[in-house]
């Protein structure tokens, strides 16, 4: 049987105003009827460059400098514009990792999923409606007639996903290409999407191309690997054979820093006086109605984002809180640092003598958003000690390379903006900002889930020598709980505002009393590898 995707020494190239960027490099493989291929490998090893030239998606600098993308023998790359537009949904479709990003916010999500319909299917308004309505059934969302009104911005990043897959599966593709498509999610969800993946590709015989940097999320779902370094394949083969026998030293790398495979934590518990005490914390929101609920005289719906809550952590000491997305821990966080009143209860720290943001500082998820994209690094990093009036100005380069030292960057890059720095530099950016104010309490909110798995293991190092070197006390927010079984000593799980465990990680992790916890780590990709020699 012919293979339903060739792809022959592909290469692309990217015009920059630094000079010309060699993005993928002689790439040849083929991927047969029915089959789930992964690509897997770190940030600028060229996967996503080669999945988006599947469908010729690239960007308007990039040129493909030989080879050819062959799907049913036809090439991709030689498609007129008409046939694109009808290879794109009818043939090939692609979710990408963000569904926020893809799904228009002033659309009903029905109307985004009937709209292929009715463009590729010629349906009429009202079959393209409840086929869309079919199709977000199909795709295990509940009440899917009333979710089929909502706007994405209504629904969960869980339920956004599979918003996007529906449309993507609508015209009933042979392809089916996913670009990290559960990176953003808890593990729960993330095992949702995972298992609905493998149930559409089982009913439908479809073809799946899935990037991801978390090889047990590779594991559950493809039948064969490849994995990329620097444009290239480094080394190809199936699941079983990359996972348990890998050779290149490059996936054995890869494979050793999977989170799910990093040692407990080591450092001994600490021993300090207790700095922080939450008592009965909670905060409460009014969700704000939409224009039929004020005609209707609907009374507001009270969010209960924290609900009675109550912890304590020594100097020194960290602190992991998990739970799935609306549990209620950055709500916790941002009550902690202060940038949210209680409702009710408190949050003391001990022999406060200083403002509460000098005290506390936090480093965010997102680099891309959390930092300024006009500013340079350096312009960036000055700005609390400006504001705050740290230091004399004519202190300030050596505060800034001492920083830099600190969050091992480069001090050349003091003069470079956001936009020309990777994930990984980006994150240590901010996390230098956040010790800019010389905090003795650091709140690090999801900062390794957008990281390959690589960087995340850096960074996660990065930490626990910070914490050590500047006796930091830190509280970790995050749904990884490998993460938190690597970094924290205590764990407090989350769900629905509430606590529902809590105490040593060792303990919880493996002995959990709640079964939401137990939920939790269920929902975790396992990953069967080679050990270390």
Do not use: W
Not at 264 to 285: A, W, Y
Not at 388 to 401: G, I, Q, V
């Amino acid at each position: 049987m012919d293979p339903l995707i060739q792809v022959q020494n592909l290469s692309i190239s990217f015009a920059t105003p630094q000079g010309r960027v060699d993005a993928v490099k002689d790439v040849s493989f083929t991927l047969q009827r029915g089959e789930a291929l992964g690509i897997v490998g770190e940030s600028g090893s060229g996967k996503s460059v080669v999945c988006r030239a599947l469908l010729q998606l690239l960007a308007p600098n990039a040129s493909v400098t030989s080879g050819q993308i062959l799907y049913d023998g036809k090439d991709v790359l030689r498609m007129s514009a008409a046939e694109l537009n009808a290879y794109r949904g009818e043939k090939a479709a692609m979710i990408f990792q963000n569904p926020s990003t893809h799904l228009d916010p002033i659309m009903r999500v029905g109307d985004q999923v009937a709209e292929g319909l009715m463009i590729h299917r010629h349906l009429s308004k009202t079959e393209a409606a409840d086929q869309a309505v079919a199709l977000l059934d199909d795709m295990m969302i509940v009440d899917a007639p009333r979710r089929a009104k909502a706007y994405a911005h209504e629904l969960s990043g869980g339920m956004r996903q599979r918003v996007m897959i529906a449309a993507a599966l609508a015209c009933a593709p042979g392809l089916l290409i996913a670009d990290e498509p559960t990176t953003a999610l808890d593990v729960t969800v993330q095992a949702q999407i995972l298992g609905l993946i493998r149930k559409i590709r089982s009913e439908r015989d479809l073809t799946v191309v899935l990037v991801s940097h978390d090889l047990g999320v590779i594991g559950q779902v493809c039948d064969r690997i490849i994995v990329m370094k620097d444009g290239q394949i480094v080394e190809t083969g199936t699941t079983a054979e990359i996972l348990s026998a890998p050779k290149d030293a490059y996936t054995r790398d890869l494979i050793r820093a999977q989170p799910s495979l990093l040692p407990d934590r080591s450092e001994p518990d600490c021993s300090g006086p207790t700095l922080i005490t939450i008592e009965n914390l909670s905060v409460h929101f009014t969700a704000p109605r939409s224009l039929s609920d004020i005609v209707r005289r609907k009374p507001a719906h009270l969010v209960r984002a924290v609900d009675d809550v109550s912890l304590s952590l020594k100097r020194g000491g960290s602190l992991g809180v998990v739970g799935e997305s609306g549990s209620g821990k950055s709500t916790l966080a941002r009550a902690v640092v202060g940038l949210l009143a209680p409702t009710s209860g408190t949050v003391e720290i001990v022999g406060q003598t200083r403002d509460r943001s000098r005290l506390v500082q936090m480093a965010f998820q997102d680099p891309y958003l959390s930092l300024n994209p006009a500013y340079t690094v350096a312009q960036t990093l000055s700005e609390p000690f400006k504001a705050h009036h740290l230091c004399a100005p004519s202190e300030l380069p050596a505060r800034l390379k001492a920083l830099m030292q600190q969050v091992e960057l480069p001090e050349d890059l003091l003069t470079r903006k956001s936009g020309q720095l990777s994930g990984g530099q980006r994150q240590r950016v901010g996390i230098a900002r956040a010790l800019a104010m010389r905090p003795e309490i650091l709140i690090a909110d999801e900062v390794t889930s957008a990281l390959d798995v690589s960087i995340q293991a850096q960074i996660l190092d990065l930490f626990r020598r910070l914490q050590r070197d500047l006796e930091l006390t830190l509280i970790l927010i995050s749904h990884d709980l490998a993460v938190v079984r690597y970094l924290c000593e205590d764990v407090a799980v989350m769900r629905h505002g509430r606590l529902v465990e809590y105490g040593k990680t060792a303990q919880v992790l493996r002995n959990p009393q709640a079964d939401y916890t137990r939920t939790l780590l269920q929902a975790v990709p396992k990953l069967t590898t080679i050990q270390d020699a």
